[in-house]
């Protein structure tokens, strides 16, 4: 398994603010995603986060709205920019050190 | 992703009852995963699944994953409080490694 962490664990913001959401890894991983939860609903892939190179988004997800960056095996970020109200969900990292993947204690993040 | 079919969406079960709950998909699987979420948190793997027809068990959780390939269940025997959550069903195509995720089963137990 693995042990990730994510900052912040909760925030409230402002509408047309951005918000960086970092995730830190107790080992070194190739694969790393972000997923966003909505409010009562299932997890859905933000995107793949690659080390060295640009993150690979899933379908209606773009970077100039959730830019990622992946400076080394252990760290990620995720920013929420110019957030409105429909951007209020958590957000969490997942690593896959292996087969299985494992999730952060994931980012609530309320847009007010 | 694929569509994940999970089922039940919601229960209501007695302490010391077992629980079951299920998820189908149009596509083939090669791993099925059931992972559960507590308020406030992030999902914890419980069960990881890899051969067709496979069953296992950690402490009173079973899970199997179907001889099609296409579906997998999980059961909770003996339920108490702490069982309550939302549980996940997620399903890995082959060769990808990209994850599938049911709708979600959420658990409330009546003591």
């Known amino acids: 398994s693995a042990v990730i962490s994510q900052k912040p664990s909760r925030d409230i913001c402002q509408r047309g603010t951005s918000l960086t959401i970092q995730c830190q890894v107790d080992?070194?991983?190739?694969?790393m995603f972000w997923y966003r939860q909505q409010p009562g609903q299932s997890l859905t892939l933000i995107a793949t986060?690659?080390?060295?190179?640009?993150?690979?988004?899933e379908s209606g997800f773009v970077i100039d709205k959730f830019p990622i960056s992946r400076p080394n095996l252990t760290f990620s970020t995720l920013t929420v920019s110019n957030m409105s109200p429909e951007d209020s969900s958590i957000y969490l990292c997942?690593?896959?050190?292996?087969?299985?993947?494992?999730f952060g204690p994931g980012t609530r993040l309320t847009v007010l | 992703g694929q569509q994940l079919n999970q089922s039940p969406q919601s229960m209501f079960i007695q302490e010391g009852e077992d629980v079951s709950m299920n998820c189908t998909s149009s596509?083939?699987?090669?791993?099925w995963l059931w992972y559960k979420q507590d308020p406030g948190e992030g999902p914890v793997l419980l069960i990881a699944?890899?051969?067709?027809?496979e069953l296992t068990s950690n402490g009173r959780l079973t899970a199997q994953f179907g001889i099609t390939r296409k579906d997998s269940f999980l059961n909770i025997s003996a339920s108490i409080p702490s069982d309550v959550g939302i549980y996940f069903c997620?399903?890995?195509?082959?060769?990808?490694?990209?994850?599938?995720f049911g709708a979600g089963t959420t658990v409330t137990v009546r003591a």
């Open positions: 997942s690593v896959a050190p292996g087969n299985e993947q494992f």
């Open positions: 080992s070194q991983v190739t694969m």
């Open positions: 986060a690659n080390q060295g190179s640009e993150a690979t988004y």
């Open positions: 596509s083939i699987f090669n791993t």
């Open positions: 699944l890899y051969k067709a027809g």
């Open positions: 997620a399903g890995q195509l082959t060769g990808d490694y990209k994850l599938s």
